[in-house]
């Protein structure tokens, strides 16, 4: 537990307040007192209620949907506490938006990703916490620390305390070859092996599965990833694993639940048997069937005390 009298602030934004109010209540402290509001012309206030001078704030705010007006949130907080001498600014982001952006595909495109990173450390953030990064790289994007925390860890106690001692007969699905890092660690983590759903991606959102690599056959099958989008991927690769690769069920884990347009439409009809996701990015409403939601609040919180303290994180990786 952290003392009140200790010059600690923790700040949101409104992208996911409830989350921040789960974090400062596992800590044992009081959410600062700041309003983010609108001009008449769309631009954004940030008023802080409260003094930050020497303190050491914690900004959390995922640039989840409306991404860009999370993202501005964010960079004008972030600037607002620089401006008012806070001892050091932690921007707490549990979803990293652009994150996908990281690299050129094509003649003429932009690294988005590396855009906002510039963006968020010019603005004056003396250090990231996040979790799970579509791509790892993404830290060296940032010339500031940047504390990637898992949130596998969590699917694994979950999974564990469902299944049992079942799991023995159960395998950990990719839904394609760019998570399988992920995926193996989630499996060794589980005691599973691992198979691959190989799909070709045919336009931005959009894929057709090929072939499965790995025996499903008469098994469960945990599908993870680490976001679910338009559950496309995710809803396709279920399908691929019951009918062609014989599974007898799956169930599906990603991190940040983006869920953007028919997604909760996709998977409530899909062959998924449950699609368990974090609550990085408020859950959709209203609430799905097969969604559920756990908490991330307890990880966040631990790894905040120990930045305020000055100790080791590094427990939080494994």
């Given at each position: 537990?952290?003392?009140?009298?200790?010059?600690?602030?923790?700040?949101?934004?409104?992208?996911?307040?409830?989350?921040?109010?789960?974090?400062?209540?596992?800590?044992?402290?009081?959410?600062?007192?700041?309003?983010?509001?609108?001009?008449?012309?769309?631009?954004?206030?940030?008023?802080?209620?409260?003094?930050?001078?020497?303190?050491?704030?914690?900004?959390?705010?995922?640039?989840?949907?409306?991404?860009?007006?999370?993202?501005?949130?964010?960079?004008?907080?972030?600037?607002?506490?620089?401006?008012?001498?806070?001892?050091?600014?932690?921007?707490?982001?549990?979803?990293?938006?652009?994150?996908?952006?990281?690299?050129?595909?094509?003649?003429?495109?932009?690294?988005?990703?590396?855009?906002?990173?510039?963006?968020?450390?010019?603005?004056?953030?003396?250090?990231?916490?996040?979790?799970?990064?579509?791509?790892?790289?993404?830290?060296?994007?940032?010339?500031?620390?940047?504390?990637?925390?898992?949130?596998?860890?969590?699917?694994?106690?979950?999974?564990?305390?469902?299944?049992?001692?079942?799991?023995?007969?159960?395998?950990?699905?990719?839904?394609?070859?760019?998570?399988?890092?992920?995926?193996?660690?989630?499996?060794?983590?589980?005691?599973?092996?691992?198979?691959?759903?190989?799909?070709?991606?045919?336009?931005?959102?959009?894929?057709?599965?090929?072939?499965?690599?790995?025996?499903?056959?008469?098994?469960?099958?945990?599908?993870?990833?680490?976001?679910?989008?338009?559950?496309?991927?995710?809803?396709?690769?279920?399908?691929?694993?019951?009918?062609?690769g014989g599974a007898?069920?799956?169930?599906?884990?990603?991190?940040?639940?983006?869920?953007?347009?028919?997604?909760?439409?996709?998977?409530?009809?899909?062959?998924?048997?449950?699609?368990?996701?974090?609550?990085t990015i408020p859950?959709?409403?209203?609430?799905?069937?097969?969604?559920?939601?756990?908490?991330?609040?307890?990880?966040?919180?631990?790894?905040?005390?120990?930045?305020?303290?000055?100790?080791?994180?590094?427990?939080?990786?494994?």
């Open positions: 537990m952290i003392p009140h009298d200790r010059l600690i602030k923790i700040f949101t934004g409104n992208a996911n307040p409830a989350l921040a109010q789960s974090i400062c209540d596992c800590l044992g402290i009081k959410l600062g007192d700041s309003k983010i509001d609108r001009f008449s012309d769309g631009e954004i206030s940030v008023s802080f209620y409260e003094t930050v001078r020497g303190s050491d704030v914690f900004l959390c705010n995922s640039t989840c949907m409306p991404v860009n007006d999370n993202l501005m949130e964010l960079l004008i907080m972030i600037d607002a506490c620089k401006r008012a001498s806070a001892y050091r600014i932690t921007a707490v982001i549990p979803y990293f938006g652009y994150a996908r952006q990281d690299r050129k595909t094509k003649p003429r495109d932009p690294i988005s990703g590396k855009l906002v990173a510039d963006l968020i450390t010019t603005a004056g953030a003396d250090r990231i916490l996040t979790m799970d990064l579509h791509c790892s790289q993404l830290q060296g994007f940032f010339n500031i620390p940047v504390d990637n925390l898992v949130g596998g860890n969590i699917f694994v106690k979950y999974f564990i305390e469902k299944f049992g001692e079942e799991r023995h007969n159960m395998v950990v699905a990719s839904p394609d070859i760019g998570s399988v890092q992920r995926a193996r660690y989630f499996a060794d983590k589980m005691g599973m092996p691992l198979a691959i759903v190989d799909k070709r991606r045919m336009a931005a959102n959009q894929s057709d599965v090929m072939n499965i690599i790995g025996d499903v056959k008469d098994k469960d099958v945990i599908l993870f990833d680490d976001m679910v989008d338009t559950a496309g991927s995710m809803v396709g690769a279920a399908k691929s694993l019951i009918e062609t007898t069920a799956v169930y599906a884990c990603a991190s940040h639940p983006v869920m953007s347009g028919p997604a909760g439409e996709r998977v409530d009809n899909s062959m998924l048997k449950e699609l368990v996701v974090l609550d859950a959709p409403r209203p609430k799905l069937a097969k969604l559920t939601v756990l908490p991330v609040a307890p990880v966040f919180a631990e790894a905040i005390e120990r930045v305020y303290d000055e100790i080791s994180i590094s427990d939080l990786f494994q």
